[in-house]
């Protein structure tokens, strides 16, 4: 493996790990009829702090995934096409 591969896996395990707390740290989307029924999440403020934060973390996990995906593309040919 050249020193490019080593890198390239480097910054792909990192990637992946960042990927894994995004999606951690993002809220379920099942509420159910409990969630319709009480309405404790129906102010103002808090549907707005809510999707603030949920759209940031949808959007860094986005891209993330495709940096990993461009990264692993990349890995792939450099080892298909020895390099």
Known sequence: MTALQYILS??????????????????SKQEGLS???AGAADSFFGKNK??????????????CGTIFFVLALISSL???FKI
Do not use: D, N, P
């Open 35 to 37: 969630g319709a029924i």
């Open 78 to 80: 450099l080892v298909l």
């Open 50 to 63: 809510g999707r603030t934060m949920e759209a940031k973390l949808a959007k860094y996990t986005k891209i």
């Open 10 to 27: 480097i910054v792909i395990i990192i990637i992946s790990v960042i990927i894994i707390v995004l999606v951690l740290f993002q809220e």
